[in-house]
């Protein structure tokens, strides 16, 4: 990228940027992705097209990066409670019932949309999957230096579908929004005996 092209993209402050990422995400909770367009959110956040494209290339990339940046309490690494139970508690609870609810429903509804949308699903990928699998790799890491799990759990590939297991399992099977309280009880009877399990040999 030229040296112009680069300060065109930056003009826009944190301030601004975090507020249209806000309405980026009030209008998916409004409207849902497939109806969201570029001149909707233009309009909602009195910005040009032009601006838009500009910054984030098209919606996929744009709603990718609104999600990402409504994840709460910032990068995973910044947890480190020196017990894996302590770190997966403390990041659960880094978001409140009503937050979950809400993040719950809108996953559920990007997750329709990628089925149709590649552009939507590698930069869903790039932006949210992949930096969050880094970081929950990282949380196990310092679990497995401490000893508390052994480096070859085969558990340790399924940590991430474990997780998003507990949010669809609530909704799809006891018709309730997920909650810190649900989530660190899961996480305390499946996720950490399953991480901790002892290693067996298939022949």
């Not at 992705?33 to 570029?38: E, G, P, Q």
């Not at 990066?65 to 302590?86: E, Q, Y």
């Not at 809108?106 to 997750?111: E, P, S, W």
């Not at 899961?186 to 399953?194: G, H, S, T």
């Amino acid at each position: 990228m030229t040296e112009s092209a680069t300060s065109r993209r930056s003009r826009i402050t944190p301030q601004r940027e975090a507020e249209l990422y806000g309405a980026v995400l009030d209008l998916l909770r409004e409207v849902g992705y497939d109806a969201l367009t570029m001149d909707a959110v233009a309009a909602r956040t009195r910005s040009s097209k032009a601006t838009l494209y500009r910054q984030w290339g098209g919606k996929p990339e744009l709603v990718a990066k609104a999600v990402r940046h409504n994840k709460p309490g910032g990068p995973f690494t910044d947890t480190d409670t020196g017990s894996l139970k302590g770190d997966l508690h403390a990041l659960t609870q880094r978001s409140d019932d009503c937050q979950i609810e809400q993040n719950s429903a809108l996953m559920r509804g990007l997750a329709m949309a990628v089925h149709d949308d590649k552009a939507l699903l590698k930069a869903l990928k790039e932006h949210l999957v992949e930096p969050e699998l880094a970081a929950f790799r990282r949380v196990l890491d310092r679990a497995i230096d401490r000893g508390e799990i052994h480096p070859d759990s085969p558990a340790i590939d399924f940590m991430m579908p474990m997780v998003i297991g507990a949010f669809a399992a609530r909704t799809l099977f006891d018709e309730q929004p997920p909650t810190v309280a649900y989530l660190l009880s899961y996480i305390d009877a499946v996720v950490l005996p399953a991480l901790r399990a002892p290693v067996t040999t298939i022949t």
